[in-house]
């Protein structure tokens, strides 16, 4: 999923680099989401390591 966020964040890059700012702001939108997305995902399963690899 952070892959995805890195790849809408490069085409948000390239959208604006050639003046695509509807486009740009698309996909930047998308990356954030997926980027929150991964955070809360990693730290759900981070916890459920930590509550299941007790004795």
Same mark, same amino acid.
């Given at each position: 999923?952070?892959?995805?966020?890195?790849?809408?964040?490069?085409?948000? @890059?390239?959208?604006? @680099?050639?003046?695509?700012?509807?486009?740009?702001?698309?996909?930047?939108?998308?990356?954030?989401?997926?980027?929150?997305?991964?955070?809360?995902?990693?730290?759900?399963?981070?916890?459920?390591?930590?509550?299941?690899?007790?004795?």
């Amino acid at each position: 999923m952070l892959h995805y966020a890195v790849v809408f964040f490069v085409i948000a @890059l390239i959208a604006a @680099l050639f003046g695509f700012g509807g486009i740009a702001a698309g996909a930047v939108e998308i990356a954030k989401v997926l980027f929150f997305i991964f955070i809360i995902l990693a730290a759900i399963t981070f916890i459920y390591n930590l509550i299941k690899s007790k004795p």
